[in-house]
């Protein structure tokens, strides 16, 4: 198989300039780049016994670029192989960028990529924008070589109505009859989403799209990195808007994300929606992906950070910046997603320091808990009942001037992420809030640190917050208070191991 010059030009950059990156320096359980910048997951896949991230990723500095896709393996979704980089933007068709994109297996074994290729052109106007267009590549899991009839799907292949301009991001799935269908962003001329439905027996030639849902300028512009999946009896789709405005406390992030969960007419190939919600109420979060493991679970990954904070974000000198969030496995409960951290994380918990009852008024701290790669369930409740508390703050990644803190009031059911005093030396975004009603009198949190991050999942994952914290690594205080008082029981882990 021939690699072209660029792609082993890159390959030979991120071994030599990724294994300088020390450890300690990076996460310590979440996938982030082997070097330079990360975006979105793509071909979230499990094949020959592994599951295999592909992302978004520009090697040569900190900040986007010309998209390459990296790549990397793991057995349990936790600790993560660095593969050299699948693909390059070395085609005619693809020459500005790799998009995102899936992948599926094949009949006969190969692995297959589904992405965007991206070529920037310049019109009569003078105007230039970017074409998109749908290639493959096939591979054995570490090799690839991009189709010699790329591109497959053109704007010529779109809906009527669609702009050439914003075709991108193809989630595959093989159905049972083993025909495959793509599921892709899409808008009008004036960026109102629209996501198109393609079909094809083989997963090379592709019948014309069916829109599957409009947007009709309900949630934002484009619709980003869209999925579409059953489970637990109804349909999903994932998506990331761009241009949110705000419902209540839903949709705060501008580009931000987007769960619709409903009904699917299989014959029309028409999506219709009978609930909808932001996928994470936090600050760092866009771009989801799934997979179907092969013990039945859906598990999602998501790249843990927003468009609106990567700007001069990380000042501190660097080699990486970027990383997924924890794999989360979804349900469907009483209309609602939830998500939960993969069960595979309690087999690297440590160091158990568990308390019950604990009389929780005025600022405290407790032995034993404290450190930036942790694991947290706390429990909440009245300590009396007659007397409900007015607020309860964790404060983590704490020390000196430093900290990050979760607080949460009860008469408004108002939960806050805070990390303005988390180090940062720019105005980027540093709050958000979710409406968060306890449920039989209780507040269930479960907080998982991982040196530069934090994820809450709040009443069993019936809501998460997700943001980064690029704090100095010598704040490890944990506290906790209260307003008025809470009773707290609290079970913390230390993660790490192999």
Known sequence: ???????????????????????EERPA???????????DPNGFSWYQGKYHLFYQYYPYNTVWGPCYWGHAVSEDLLHWTYLPAA????????????????????????QMLIYTGVLRRELEDGTVHDFQQQCLAFGDGTEYEKYEGNPVLTSED???????????????????????????????????ARLAMFRSPDGIHWDRGRILIRNNERFGKVW?????FRMDEKWVILTSPMDMLPEGFE????????????????????????????????????????????DGRRIMIAWMQNWDTTPGYRLDPTSWFGQMTIPRELSVRDGRLYQWPVRELEQIRKNKVAYENVYVSG?????????????????????????????????????????????????????????????????IIHQRRALVPMKDNKLKIRLLL???????FINDGAQTITANLYTDMGAQRITFSAVGAVSMNLVKYDLGGE
């Open 1 to 23: 198989m021939k690699i072209s010059e660029k792609l082993s030009k890159v390959r030979s950059y991120e071994e030599n300039m990724g294994n300088c990156i020390p450890d």
């Open 158 to 192: 779109l809906p009527e109505g669609c702009s050439p301009y914003d075709f991108r991001d193809p989630s595959i799935i093989r159905q049972e009859d083993g025909s495959y269908r793509i599921v892709t962003c899409c808008a009008t001329i004036g960026r109102d």
């Open 450 to 456: 991982d040196r530069y991050s934090v994820e809450a």
């Open 224 to 228: 980003e990195c869209p999925e579409l």
């Open 87 to 110: 693909l390059a933007p070395d085609e005619a068709y693809d020459a500005d960028g790799c998009f995102s994109g899936s992948a599926v297996t094949l009949p006969d074994g190969r």
């Open 363 to 427: 600022e405290m701290e407790l032995e034993g808990v404290r450190g930036r790669i942790a694991d947290l369930e706390i429990e909440l409740s009245n300590a009396d009942p007659e007397e409900p508390f007015d607020k309860f703050t964790i404060k983590f990644a704490a020390g000196g001037r430093y900290y990050t803190m979760l607080s949460y009031h009860p008469a408004d059911q108002i939960m806050k992420i805070d990390r303005k005093f988390s180090g940062s030396r720019r105005a």
């Open 251 to 294: 949709y705060h992030n501008g580009n931000g994300t987007l769960c619709l969960i409903g009904d699917l007419d299989e014959k029309s190939g028409v999506f219709t929606p009978q609930h909808d919600q932001a996928i994470d109420y936090g600050i760092d979060f866009y771009a989801t992906q799934t997979i179907l493991a092969p």
């Open 29 to 39: 359980y979440h996938l982030s780049s082997r070097v330079g910048w990360m975006n």
